[in-house]
């Protein structure tokens, strides 16, 4: 059977390159990268490396880079690191603002802090996922801590515009973090000219290994680590380095290419075309402003599931939200927010490309997914 792979905002295929750098540091320069002797220095010599790859590419110092678990950990370093730190020193802030469309680390950490004692908006965004500013500013109190909005949206690709969100947090004193692990590599990232306080990357988003991410944090901010212990990443995440992960993780930036972004804009946009010819189809998010490798389409009155289930029988891999989401039943909370009713939203299907996928991969899918809404359409009671 054919295996089209169409989930790479779930993650994506681990780079050649990526893993021909990492092998060695499984089996010959394995020593931690703590310990003094020679071959301890390598490993702590390729993080260092690895940190200054990481940082360049998004115009950060090399310190200002922490490596964690990957983009759960470091959205809950950010947040929870920032909450409690204002709390032990007493500073009276407790406010974190962010947003409807979060990823659902984000969310369900800011859940968790409404326990302990934080104080949360979320911000609602409009049809197409953009936060306001205007509405954002207004939500900015004398006790706020940090504004955490997502770079580029998981389910349905939308690109926040930073820059202004930034200023205006600047202006407001209050410091500002994003979600960028899908978003990485793939549109502009820079945190003096967006005007960022934390950023939370991953890896396996770029054709990294899983299980490795990273936080900026500006210096000069202050945060209180999760993990206690030998004081790892300047004792913000105490832990042995995963140095085979943040070897691929730095491997996979280096890598990047803008021709591949480009190249991804142009399959997106043949799969949108294509599907959009379809009748009563809706694309979700913004046009233009939107990742170079999201497509999110509403099919109405079908389901995503169904259709994401014949496509499967044709080898084609795709998902009706985020690969979190898919292990609940309930509608998507980023549809939800940007308007769509439930019976739209569980007409959804996510498609997400890759470097790897090619223009007959796209064809086969424009060939068979007509077919498979028709047939789903005529079957469907609802008209
Ligand atoms: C926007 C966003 N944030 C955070 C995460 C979580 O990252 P990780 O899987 O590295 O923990 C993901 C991916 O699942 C994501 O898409």
């Known amino acids: 059977m054919k295996q089209i792979y169409l989930d790479n905002a779930a993650t994506t295929r681990l780079d050649d390159e990526v893993l021909k750098a990492m092998i060695p540091y499984f089996n010959e320069k394995y020593a931690n990268a703590s310990s003094t002797h020679f071959m301890g220095q390598e490993a702590k010599s390729a993080l260092e490396k690895s940190r200054k790859i990481i940082a360049k590419e998004i115009g950060a110092k090399n310190h200002e880079i922490i490596f964690t678990s990957g983009g759960t950990e470091a959205n809950n370093l950010a947040l929870k690191g ?6 032990e020193n ?7 603002i962010t947003t409807r469309i979060e990823h659902d680390c984000v969310l369900n950490a800011c859940k968790w802090l409404e326990k302990q004692g934080a104080e949360v908006t979320y911000l609602d965004v409009d049809a197409e996922g953009f936060v306001n500013p205007e509405e954002l500013e207004k939500a900015i109190t004398d006790r706020t801590i940090v504004v955490s909005v997502i770079h580029g949206n998981n389910e349905i690709g939308t690109i926040q515009d930073l820059e202004a969100i930034g200023k205006i947090c600047r202006k407001k004193n209050v410091l500002f973090h994003t979600d960028a692990c899908q978003s990485f590599t793939k549109t502009f990232l820079n945190v003096k000219k967006q005007n960022l306080d934390l950023v939370t990357l991953n890896a396996h988003k770029i054709h990294g290994p899983k299980g490795v991410g990273a936080l900026y944090i500006r210096e000069g901010i202050k945060i209180t680590p999760l993990f206690h212990g030998g004081g790892h990443e300047r004792k913000l995440r105490s832990g042995t380095e995963n140095v085979s992960g943040i070897v691929g993780f730095a491997k996979a930036v280096e890598i ?6 480009e190249r991804m804009t142009v399959l997106r946009d043949k799969i949108i075309t294509g599907i959009l010819g379809i009748p009563n189809t809706k694309l979700n998010g913004s046009r233009n402003k939107r990742l170079c490798n999201n497509v999110n389409i509403s099919f109405n009155n079908i389901e995503g599931e169904s259709i994401g289930g014949y496509l499967e029988t044709f080898g084609i891999c795709t998902s009706t939200g985020s690969a979190c989401a898919s292990h609940s039943l309930e509608t998507s909370h980023v549809l939800k927010a ?12 996510r498609i997400s490309i890759s470097k790897y996928t090619t223009e007959e991969e796209i064809n ?4 068979k997914l007509p077919k498979i809404v028709e047939k789903l359409r005529r079957m469907s009671p609802i008209k």
């Open 82 to 87: 920032l909450f409690f730190w204002n709390r």
């Open 90 to 96: 007493g500073t009276g802030k407790n406010h974190i």
């Open 256 to 261: 990047a290419k803008k021709k591949n972004n």
């Open 338 to 349: 940007i308007g769509l009713l439930p019976v739209q939203s569980n007409s959804t299907l």
């Open 364 to 367: 086969y899918l424009l060939e």
